[in-house]
């Protein structure tokens, strides 16, 4: 089974920052099976990346996703006050079909 | 437009058995090369996939939790069903039905949920 452990588990930036978010895979990924998605209290997870570097329908450009092998990665360029938030990477794979990491929580400093 | 829609009981006992519906619209089962999955999130913790059923009836569960779950899909009505049995508090959660599309193309095949229902708080409590 595939382990996905995200880094920071809290992120402290202030609006118009850019933040990197870190997903490591336990073993290698293919690309095309690495996904991101951003969750606000209350709320249902929105995916924001799939396979790895493709916006889904909707994102703003100012995030990008990228990464290979073990190791993937969202940026956000310059925040917005919205942007502030629960983020996770998911992976697809034989079985278990879906693994999501633990999370970083986004929050303004 | 996709939406789905999650119902059913937000109180169960310990080792009773939990039945949810995904109720969706946008899409269909049998003109659509589609998925619907279940993903449960514990208050305050991570999300956590737990089961999947494709348009030509392929199934995955997760590993950990598949002696207790099964998911079912009534293509005429448009709806998704799955059941947990011998719950237990520590399955209390907020459960999410999401759809994953089939997406190919340029020989590399895409997976992730790109529409989520808005969940359903189940609460397992005596």
């Known amino acids: 089974e595939i382990v996905l452990t995200q880094s920071p588990g809290t992120l402290s930036l202030s609006p118009g920052e850019r933040a990197t978010l870190f997903c490591r895979a336990s073993?290698?990924?293919?690309?095309?099976?690495l996904a991101w998605y951003q969750q606000k209290p209350g709320q249902a997870p929105r995916l924001l990346i799939y396979?790895?570097?493709s916006r889904a329908t909707g994102i703003p450009d100012r995030f990008s996703g990228s990464g290979s092998g073990t190791d993937f990665t969202l940026t956000i360029s310059r925040l917005e006050p919205e942007d502030f938030a629960v983020y996770y990477c998911q992976q697809y794979g034989s079985s278990p079909r879906y693994t999501f990491g633990q999370g970083t929580k986004l929050e303004i400093k | 437009q996709i939406t789905l829609k999650e119902s059913g009981p937000t109180l169960v006992k310990p080792t009773q058995t939990l039945t949810l519906t995904c109720t969706f619209s946008?899409?269909?089962?049998?003109?659509?090369?589609?998925?619907v999955g279940w993903i449960r999130q514990p208050p305050g913790k991570a999300l956590e996939w737990l089961a999947l059923i494709y348009w030509d009836d392929d199934k995955g569960y997760s590993p950990s939790l598949k002696y207790r779950l099964t998911i079912t899909k009534d293509t005429s009505k448009n709806q998704v069903v799955l059941t947990m049995t011998n719950m237990d508090p520590v399955d209390t959660a907020t459960y999410y039905c999401a759809h994953t599309p089939q997406h190919c193309s340029g020989g590399s095949c895409y997976y992730y949920f790109d529409s989520w229902g808005q969940g359903t708080l189940v609460t397992v409590s005596s």
């Open positions: 396979g790895a570097s």
């Open positions: 073993q290698s990924v293919s690309s095309s099976y």
């Open positions: 946008g899409f269909s089962f049998s003109t659509n090369e589609v998925g």
